[in-house]
């Protein structure tokens, strides 16, 4: 389209990146989405943000307290992935303004002593990352991750230790 740069408005309702023109929704109503040549529109297109109830987890994961860091993609919305595109995109609105990763466990340890989450943009996802904060119980259990009020399940498993390398026929 030549040199310009994209726009939305009203303000609140999309967040544009002004050189790519990648869109991020931030809340539901009308948009008018604008490419900008100077002060002329060279391209308008009206569109209609509606809330999506859906949330999914781009695969399972197993947790472990005795692990680093372990990333769970999630995919907002129907469809299986967060893109319209191919293209990588690095230029998003912080993760914690669209949408919150919350977890949960029915065990006496509180899950916050054992596991930290926080959301983040990752190359062409949208992520919940767990890190290791404390030891973990030494017991099987369901961890409840939540997004947009949407419960998954993820298996925490404790962590083995092997004390002996040998073995002996």
């Known amino acids: 389209l030549g040199e310009g740069k994209w726009v939305s408005e009203p303000l609140g309702v999309l967040d544009i990146d002004s050189v790519t023109g990648v869109v991020v929704a931030k809340r539901t109503g009308h948009a008018r989405i604008k490419f900008m040549a100077g002060e002329e529109s060279a391209f308008v297109r009206q569109v209609l943000v509606g809330k999506s109830e859906g ?32 293209k990588n995109v690095g230029n998003v609105p912080p993760p914690g303004d669209l949408f919150s990763c919350d977890i949960a466990w ?54 083995i230790t092997v004390h002996n390398t040998g073995l002996e026929v």
């Open 55 to 86: 949330m999914a987890l781009d695969r399972e994961l197993v947790l472990s307290s005795g692990e680093g860091e372990k990333m769970v993609g999630v995919v907002l919305g129907s469809g299986d992935s967060n893109l319209l595109a191919e």
């Open 106 to 159: 029915d065990l006496e340890v509180e899950i916050s002593e054992v596991f930290s989450v926080q959301e983040v943009w990752a190359e062409d996802r949208w992520a919940c990352v767990f890190s290791t904060v404390g030891q973990g119980p030494g017991e099987p259990a369901e961890v409840r991750l939540t997004v947009f009020g949407v419960v998954n399940s993820l298996k925490y498993l404790p962590a």
